[in-house]
């Protein structure tokens, strides 16, 4: 990080990091952009899931992906944190386990950009009751 020389400098970082969390909180339209929730109960904390969000953050911003990325609590998962749940425009979502930043890395180049499934993906343990 630069240093802060002036008040205008303080002003452009705050302004970037507003427009990351706008980016990463709300959306015109969210179902038309790829969703990241990130499991960030204790456990998923824990285990390193602040790492992962700010990584998935920096990176999609980095390659000009349109992403909302956003913080949710414990997702039942708690013995493969931190997890992150995926939906792509149209598509169901999918649940990976035990992601670190490579991990998540991975998914960002194989699942999507490339539309490729990527090992980690958990089992629904859940159904919908009507």
Same mark, same amino acid.
């Given at each position: 990080m630069n240093k802060i020389k002036n008040l205008s400098d303080l002003r452009k &970082?705050? *302004? *970037?990091? %507003?427009?990351k969390i706008k980016l990463r909180e709300t959306s015109d339209s969210p179902e038309s952009v790829? %969703? &990241?929730k990130v499991g960030m109960a204790t456990s998923g904390i824990a285990s390193g899931a602040k790492e992962v969000m700010s990584f998935l953050i920096d990176e999609l911003d980095k390659r000009k992906i349109d992403a909302v990325v956003t913080q949710v $609590? *414990?997702? $039942?998962y708690c013995y493969a944190e931190p997890t992150i749940e995926v939906t792509k425009p149209g598509q169901e979502p999918l649940v990976f386990g035990y992601v670190n930043t490579e991990k998540a890395k991975e998914i960002i180049e194989k699942y999507i950009i490339n539309g490729e499934l990527v090992e980690g993906i958990l089992p629904a343990n859940y159904q919908s009751i009507d």
């Open positions: &970082i705050k *302004d *970037d990091l %507003q427009n790829v %969703q &990241i $609590g *414990d997702m $039942g």
